[in-house]
Structures are given as C-alpha cells and as structure tokens.
C-alpha cells in the first residue's frame, strides 16, 4: 500500500534524534521494523499504515533516502524541522 504524500505530517524530536511521521493525525499504533532504525507504525484496529519513525534521523538522512510502504516521499532535512 502507498500512502498519498500530501497527507504526511512530521515531528522531530532532536534530543533523541527521532523523526516522527503520521497520516492526517496521530493515533495508537504498533510498530514493526522494516530496515534497521526504520520502523512503520500500523493502526491497532485495522493494520492500516498511519505512519513511521526513522531512529539516529540525522545521522541516517540523505536525500535519495527510501522508506518502505512510501515511495518517492521527500523527507525533511532534520535541520528544517
């Protein structure tokens, strides 16, 4: 399933260098890890994909960077959020 772009909000939490995503509002979720400090966030009640968070975001973050379930996403530098 690919998710609409235009839906996606971020939050960073710089301190522990965490990138925070969600689809038009946060809500519970589990996580699965898809790639290594990637993980995509799953709605609890119906397994749709609401989101994910990318761990150590600055020292991973590149501009050509892929997420799982999210292609061709343009993601923030963390500098800009």
């Known amino acids: 399933?690919?998710?609409?772009h235009n839906r996606i909000k971020f939050?960073?939490?710089?301190?522990?260098?965490?990138?925070?995503?969600?689809?038009?509002?946060?809500?519970?979720?589990?996580?699965?890890?898809?790639?290594?400090g990637?993980?995509?966030r799953y709605d609890m009640t119906t397994n749709e994909i609401v989101g994910f968070t990318?761990?150590?975001?600055?020292?991973r973050f590149h501009r050509d960077m892929t997420i799982p379930h999210f292609p061709g996403l343009a993601l923030p530098t963390p500098e800009s959020i």
């Open 38 to 40: 990637i993980i995509i």
């Open 1 to 4: 399933m690919d998710v609409q």
């Open 11 to 36: 939050s960073y939490d710089r301190e522990s260098d965490v990138l925070y995503s969600y689809i038009d509002k946060p809500r519970p979720a589990f996580g699965e890890e898809e790639e290594s």
């Open 54 to 59: 990318i761990i150590n975001y600055s020292r």
